[in-house]
């Protein structure tokens, strides 16, 4: 069963609750981190949505908070959940980002995910992409069901991979 598929429906004014507590979490982190940013709090498809964002587009000093590959951003999002959690007594989905690394990692996983749905329409077999996390796994299945295709994820933490099937 899917993440998804075990999270209770939260209604809009929980997840906002859960970005108002993870944004005053994260504040405080950059306050001791010694950090610039903004917190910038949404709701997209039934989740939470937290991204520190800096106005100064040259200022690469919370490129700390996202780390090699985006993993100290995974830890701060695991982290963050967990401090939600222990305010609201329920298991947050909140989708943290951190000066739109999630959101450039995005772009680029559709373009991966397009390159590897022609490969699979072109040549009719089956394709492993190289391993990812569950926030990459997730786009990539997105873009894959977009096309009409199948895919599934295989293996195990943290070699977990996308294998696209045709239809």
Known sequence: MSEAADAPTRTVSKLEEDGDIAADYLEELLDIAGLPGDIDIDVDHGRAVVAVVTDDPSDRSLNRLVGADGEVLDALQELTRIAVQARTGERSRLMLDIAGYREGRR????????????????????????PMNAFERKVVHDAVAAAGLVSESSGVEPDRYVVIRPA
């Open 107 to 130: 772009s680029e996983l559709r373009k991966v995910a397009e390159r590897a749905i022609e490969e699979v329409k072109a040549k009719g077999v089956n394709l492993s992409l190289e």
